[in-house]
Every structure is written in C-alpha cells, then in structure tokens.
C-alpha cells in the first residue's frame, strides 16, 4: 500500500511534502502512536503484574503454603526482611529470598 514514496517522506501521487511545523509535528506522530501502544500492550500490564507481586509479598505471614520460582513448595516458618524461612518437609527448612515466592498455594 505504502511505497518508497512513503518512506522518503513524500506523499504518494506526487504531491509535495508538508513544509514547515507541519512536517515535524507529522514526523513525530508514528512515535507517540507506537509509544502508545507500548504503553498499553508491554509497560502498564508489567506494572500492573509488579504491584500485585509486591501486595502478595507484603500479606505473607508465617503458616502459609507458598510457590518459589524455582517450583519448591513449602510453608513459610519465618519472615526476615528481605528472606523467609520455607519448611519444605518435617524438619527441613530453607532460606529462600522473599522477591522469589511467585504465589500462594492454598
């Protein structure tokens, strides 16, 4: 549809390039549309994604069942600043980062 007219910056069918501000501000609208939809398709779901792991994190308290991103399962036996104590069977614990717990198991 677009030849390499198009990608020249002259119209197609031979029409003269807008001249002046209207050329720059027309340059500059394929970036605000490709920002936007970067925006809306990869920035604010990650942001979104982010808030809730830190929510999640945050209500973490001792006896529940959680998920580590590496897939171990276990129920938290304590809580540091930025560790947790995973009890992963009778007796055997673990200290896991606590930005690496994905979700609660229920």
Known sequence: MFGVAFAMGAPAGGAAAPQGGMAAFMNIVPLIFM??????LLIRPQQKK???????LEALKVGDSVKTAAGIHG?????EDQVITLEI????????DKPFVTTVVK
């Not at 129920?75 to 809580?79: D, E, L, R």
């Not at 069977?89 to 896991?96: E, F, M, R």
């Open 89 to 96: 069977a009778t007796g055997v614990k673990i200290k896991v």
């Open 75 to 79: 129920k938290v036996a304590a809580i």
């Open 35 to 40: 920002f936007a939809i970067f925006y809306f």
């Open 50 to 56: 982010a808030k809730e792991h830190r929510a999640l």
